[in-house]
């Protein structure tokens, strides 16, 4: 059962609220509703539930990943393929140094994939998840996890130099001051990392794959960013945006009835990385839903 929304909240990037009729486009699923803050580009949900009740679905492993899928993709090879691609794209961001002396953050991290990988090319590792089966089971293999949101409390005495956030930044209840929270936990120069959606610039003629594939999921994703307010986002977190890679979702939304039709279904999963991060970063983007990769510097 749907619980009852709670909260009229404005808009959490620029904090307007718009007037009754006034918004653009929305997206109704499960009884909720997104609506557009035309001034920034922000698709956001209101009313929306409590906090208390949006952290509660993840405590309580009933998310849209549950735990044991989390746990699978750890022997996915789309998964470790993704993870070594994030790596990739953040690697020359990071100062040269030994390795065991670059720390990184995965918030959100997941059954731990992406610090696995990290971990074996010398990074010193840490995770941030509050489904309580995925930290233990990231505990169990030696990668350092609290299960609580990040906070000043958060690894006392540690700094990171990057922190990484892959699909998470939809979650978020609020998501400026998340991304504040992380620069406070950045060592002076330290990078963040964040993958999302471009939903909020995606064009409504495109909204039918999206419903047909993944959904919206309301209201679990809180608020869909685009480009333009990502990067305000960033930036009124304290950030300098450095690099924005952009990944259409079209080929790897399609591919598979295509590879079907073509009696070529069973290459499907092994073909995902290629359609989503290879074919998808040289097809057609304007309006189209993309996979956005933005590293950014913590301001000093």
Not at 18 to 45: D, H, K, Q, S
Not at 182 to 211: K, W
Request: hydrophobic content about 40%; glycine content about 10%; overall charge positive.
């Amino acid at each position: 059962m749907v619980p009852e929304p709670t909260r009229d909240v404005g808009c959490p990037l620029c904090g307007r609220v718009p007037e009754p009729g006034a918004r653009g486009t929305t997206i109704e699923e499960n009884g909720y509703t997104a609506g557009r803050c035309e001034p920034c580009g922000l698709l956001f949900v209101s009313p929306r539930p409590s906090e208390r009740e949006v952290l509660a679905v993840y405590e309580h492993d009933a998310s849209q990943t549950a735990a044991r899928v989390h746990v699978a993709k750890t022997r996915d090879p789309f998964a470790v393929a993704h993870a070594r691609h994030l790596l990739g794209l953040l690697r020359p961001h990071l100062p040269p140094r030994p390795p065991g002396t670059l720390r990184v953050l995965e918030v959100g991290a997941g059954g731990g994939v992406l610090l696995a990988e990290a971990r074996s090319v010398g990074l010193d590792v840490a995770a941030i998840e509050p489904n309580p089966v995925l930290a233990a089971f990231m505990a169990d293999r030696g990668i350092a996890c609290e299960a609580a949101p990040l906070g000043p409390g958060s690894f006392p005495g540690l700094e990171f130099d990057a922190i990484v956030h892959c699909n998470v930044l939809s979650h978020f209840d609020d998501p400026l001051a998340s991304l504040v929270a992380m620069a406070s936990r950045l060592a002076p120069g330290g990078l963040m990392m964040v993958e999302t959606g471009n939903f909020a610039d995606t064009d409504p003629r495109f909204h039918a794959i999206i419903r047909a594939t993944e959904r919206f999921q309301l209201p679990e994703h809180l608020t869909f960013f685009g480009e333009r307010s990502l990067t305000a986002l960033v930036r009124a977190a304290g950030f300098e945006p450095l690099a924005c890679h952009r990944y259409s979702r079209v080929p790897e939304k399609l591919g598979p009835s295509v590879l079907r039709a073509i009696g070529l279904g069973g290459l499907t999963n092994r073909l995902r990385f290629w359609l989503k991060y290879r074919l998808g970063a040289w097809f057609p983007k304007r309006g189209r839903p993309l996979s956005l990769v933005l590293v950014a510097r913590r301001i000093e």
